[in-house]
């Protein structure tokens, strides 16, 4: 097995909350606080694919997202950090006023060129079309696929799983609940629980594709870092259970049913949650595990998102 390297960029160890929502306890992990600029869960998948960056000694790096996306932000912001260029191909319209995510990236000086859902189709093809531009003038680039969710980006969430052993006893709980996008989250976290040998169900909110297209690229990241690195562990198929139907309303909208019990839970908490991803992942944890009778917890993973909120600001005073 060759554990490959990394930059630390995010503050981590991550605290382990436990707090009291509806008179029930919950187990929260808190990647939301990795860092500030460089909040959320992307930020332990940057720490290896920036350094992978650096090593082939690129000049850029591009990426992909929604207007909104976390992760676009995040790669900006590491890029900064370590003396880096980014470009960013982001799903939406150029708003004359940026609010969010799409401020802070706009702030820091990436390079933005926005797409349609159509041409978001093949975001792929045009970025490695505009790195031969850059290539001919020049400029090295390193490509970091949507959502930074590569066979290298998932080591983020196979490590978490040891951080996380070192702060509870693992027989506390009976599986990690983590909002779904592009897929390394989950794909991390079942490999790391399969490399531990522990008895965990890792749930997926889906938010952006459908459960079997989740499912299958949650499984092909796990299978493929499995063979790229060699690892010594089968990937525990069954111990995957994706949690459908929390994202009719669309990735970039949230219901307001939803919100309402967003805005209940940072009133009894102090905790904001997302509208994207964390928001709708929470919605189901409610549904499923909140009034669960069982000694041992689900545990709720917060991946971050705070910007996310800016844009939906009235959305979530009305709740
Ligand atoms: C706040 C937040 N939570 C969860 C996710 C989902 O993570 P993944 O793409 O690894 O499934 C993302 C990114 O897609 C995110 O920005």
Redesign the pocket.
Request: glycine residues 32%; charged residues 10%; aromatic residues 4%.
């Given at each position: 097995m060759k554990i490959p390297r990394k930059n630390n960029l995010a503050n981590i160890p991550t605290p382990l909350q436990a707090v009291s929502f509806e008179g029930e306890k919950i187990f929260i992990k808190r990647d939301d606080l990795t860092g500030l600029e460089l909040s959320?869960?992307?930020v332990r998948k940057l720490e290896y694919l920036m350094y992978q960056a650096k090593r082939e000694k690129a000049d850029f790096v591009f990426t992909s997202g929604g207007n909104q996306s976390?992760?676009a932000r995040a790669t900006a912001v590491a890029a900064a950090m370590m003396g880096l260029k980014s470009k960013l191909f982001l799903w939406g319209r150029e708003k004359t006023a940026a609010e969010g995510n799409l401020f802070i990236v706009k702030f820091i000086g990436s390079e933005i060129r926005f797409l349609t859902k159509k041409e978001n189709e093949r975001v792929n093809d045009i970025m490695f079309e505009e790195r031969e531009k850059f290539l001919r003038r020049g400029k090295r680039v390193f490509v970091i696929p949507e959502?930074g969710?590569t066979t290298l980006g998932i080591w983020g969430y196979i490590n978490f799983v040891d951080e996380l052993s070192r702060q509870i006893n693992m027989n506390q709980i009976s599986g990690i609940l983590?909002?779904?996008?592009?897929?390394?989250?989950?794909a991390g976290l079942l490999l790391g629980t399969a490399l531990k040998k522990l008895d965990l169900k890792i749930y997926a909110v889906n938010v952006l594709y459908s459960e079997g297209e989740i499912k299958k690229k949650i499984l092909n990241l796990a299978e493929g870092c499995k063979l790229q690195f060699n690892l010594n562990a089968e990937v525990p198929k069954d111990k995957l259970v994706i949690l459908d139907g929390y994202s009719t309303e669309g990735y970039k909208n949230i219901s307001s049913d939803k919100l309402k019990l967003i805005k209940k839970f940072a009133q009894q908490t102090g905790i904001i949650l997302?509208p994207a991803?964390?928001g709708k992942a929470f919605n189901a944890f409610y549904d499923y595990f909140l009034f669960e009778k069982s000694n041992r917890k689900v545990l709720f993973v917060h991946?971050?998102?705070i910007f996310g909120v800016f844009g939906k600001r009235q959305q979530y005073l009305n709740a």
């Open positions: 959320g869960n992307k976390n992760h959502g969710s983590t909002a779904a996008g592009s897929g390394g989250t989950s997302d991803y964390t991946t971050g998102g």
